[in-house]
């Protein structure tokens, strides 16, 4: 059996970006895992039923580290001969395109999700350029998992239109829908955690799923939900998901707001989102830059529509009135206008929240992802 060797730069992404895909694509081809060490690699062996090595890898620029990976993988690669290499991440694309390319491997893929390099300036913006270019440069085929990373690819000039191609109709893994059904919970469910939240039965949940920083447009939500809340007392804001202080802290006058406004509740990681989506009448997303958000998927999958910003993957899912709202970056107002515009009209809701599940059921499904990605490893047999 033909061997593809699928990398990332940290085991967590092969464990949750890659849920089920590595399983199913294991029934076609021997597939193997590489990444950084941690738990979340043992229990892809466990939940994928793949074989995996570990190469580490640092998610920050460090030259010597990286020439070290690329030997690493490459000894690897020389060992293993695979039929394909196919990088996820930044950092593993450099270092595991340019390990096989050196290592005569003849069908070299790599998926885009998303581009930290689009909200970075001056020198640094220069290198990342150049990386991004070399990793395409040493690619056969290169995924972008939205239609707008595709323009924003061949905009940037990173490489030619013959090398891209976009999976379906976007996304890496597409979205188990069986899994996220607001139908698994119930009025029981709900009404329980509710009230571990300190939450009324009466009260417009808005949420958010994802990383609590800046880049994500957690300054301009927590600005809008203050303004918003002091008019709708009746309104909570959830935020799931952890902090990166280090990396992209918030804003003084945001943790202010966090600390003092009693409608925001933070619940921290959540290894299990369904039962936050499931409570909440609408997701707010206002991210500044996406490669394509499995979040959003998440939500409408759980009949919640969504408020997200005018970015690609975003304004694919989220078609404007149907199934939720687009607005702009950076625009605290803008979040409040379509926070009220949602929860002063409940028709309007009920139905982007009857679209919600449909569109993203029609387009979006995990397994329709899997098999066209099947295909593109098929046509290189």
């Not at 930044?90 to 998926?111: E, Y």
């Amino acid at each position: 059996m033909k061997k593809i060797i699928r990398v990332t730069t940290i085991p967590a992404s092969l464990k949750v970006l890659l849920k089920g895909q590595l399983r199913f694509i294991n029934q076609y081809y021997e597939v193997i895992g590489v990444s950084g060490d941690g738990e979340a690699l043992k229990e892809v062996r466990e939940n994928e039923g793949i074989r995996t090595e570990v190469v580490e890898m640092t998610r920050t620029i460090s030259p010597i580290k990286d020439l070290v990976a690329t030997y690493k993988l490459y000894r690897l690669l020389k060992e293993e001969k695979p039929h394909i290499v196919h990088t996820h991440t930044p950092k593993a694309g450099i270092v595991g395109m340019l390990a096989a390319k050196l290592a005569g491997v003849k069908h070299r893929f790599h998926t885009v999700a998303g581009m930290p390099l689009l909200v970075v300036k001056g020198p640094k913006r220069t290198l990342l350029n150049m990386v991004e270019k070399a990793t395409y440069a040493f690619a056969t085929k290169v995924f972008p998992n939205s239609y707008g990373l595709y323009d924003i690819i061949l905009e940037e000039g990173f490489t030619k239109k013959e090398k891209l191609s976009v999976i379906g109709k976007g996304s890496s893994n597409g979205i188990n829908i069986d899994h996220f059904d607001s139908n698994l919970y119930s009025e029981q469910d709900i009404n329980t955690l509710k009230k571990q939240l300190n939450i009324k039965d009466n009260e417009f949940i808005f949420t958010f799923v994802g990383r609590l920083v800046t880049d994500k447009g957690i300054n301009e939500l927590v600005s809008a939900f203050d303004i918003f809340s002091k008019q709708h007392k009746d309104s909570k804001l959830v935020l799931v998901g952890w902090r990166e202080n280090d990396l992209d802290p918030l804003l003084p006058k945001t943790e202010e707001a966090l600390k003092n406004n009693k409608h925001i509740i933070q619940v921290g990681y959540q290894p299990d989102v369904r039962p936050y989506f499931a409570i909440s009448q609408a997701l707010v997303f206002p991210s500044y830059r996406e490669g394509f958000p499995n979040v959003v998927l998440q939500a409408g999958a759980m009949d919640i529509p969504s408020i997200v910003t005018n970015i690609n993957g975003c304004n694919e899912i989220i078609k404007h009135g149907e199934n939720g709202l687009i607005i702009p970056t950076h625009d605290a107002q803008a979040i409040v206008d379509a926070m009220c515009y949602l929860k002063e009209n409940p028709e309007i809701h009920r139905i982007m929240s009857a679209n919600s599940r449909k569109i993203i059921a029609s387009n979006y499904r995990h397994t329709y992802i899997w098999n066209e990605l099947l295909k593109e490893y098929q046509k290189t047999d």
